[in-house]
T-cell receptor
């Protein structure tokens, strides 16, 4: 089954404790990205990757890191989480750019709470 | 800069009534537009997409949307609401770098 898998689904942590949210896709997609969802704001892009070892910032990259060492994986790293990073996070992948009309396939989300 | 505005953060409809969700966009280039649906505790699922082939786009679950360039709109409709349509709906505009610019979302409540 074609899917984007994120782990964990729920995560509660404390300020400053490094964490990683994993994302994996099995569709051989070139493009992958991370979004955060906040009430009333819709989804905002954090980082994206166009291929292995190629990443770039989205609209809200501060406080986040990513890496793309393999085509199927795109982890999101919070090296020193803060309470304003409490949010619902989604990983997405697509065959081509969303700007070229290629729809994004989303994971089921990771709900992060930073206290 | 691209932007998407969804009018109404909450919409309440009776079962069997018309569902109309409004979306307006701003883009300096011909747009690619999408509607996604999010059910509780799930990711976003594609309902339909506009890629310039036809202005009236049919999607899954009986939804359709009409692209109107003159009004910069891409409203989503369904003739007859079903209880299973209760969810949050997002309009999105495609951009470079695998980026979609999302509207704020509209939560649909279906009353029996």
């Amino acid at each position: 089954e074609a899917q984007v898998t994120q782990n964990p689904r729920y995560l509660i942590t404390v300020t400053g404790k490094k964490l990683t949210v994993t994302c994996s896709q099995n569709m051989n997609h070139e493009y992958m990205s991370w979004y955060r969802q906040d009430p009333g704001l819709g989804l905002r892009q954090i980082y994206y990757s166009m291929n292995v070892e190629v990443t770039d910032k989205g609209d809200v990259p501060e406080g986040y890191k990513v890496s793309r060492k393999e085509k199927r994986n795109f982890p999101l790293i919070l090296e020193s989480p803060s309470p304003n990073q409490t949010s619902l996070y989604f990983c997405a992948s697509s065959f081509r750019e969303g700007g070229a009309g290629s729809p994004l396939h989303f994971g089921n989300g990771t709900r992060l709470t930073v206290t | 800069a691209q932007s998407v505005t969804q009018l109404g953060s909450h919409v309440s409809v009776s079962e069997g009534a018309l569902v109309l969700l409004r979306c307006n966009y701003s883009s300096s280039v011909p747009p690619y537009l999408f509607w996604y649906v999010q059910y509780p505790n799930q990711g976003l699922q594609l309902l339909l997409k506009y890629t310039s082939a036809a202005t009236l786009v049919k999607g899954i679950n009986g939804f359709e949307a009409e692209f109107k360039k003159s009004e910069t709109s891409f409203h989503l409709t369904k003739p007859s609401a079903h209880m299973s349509d209760a969810a949050e709906y997002f309009c999105a505009l495609g951009g470079a770098g695998n980026k979609l610019t999302f509207g704020g979302g509209t939560r649909v409540l279906v009353k029996p």
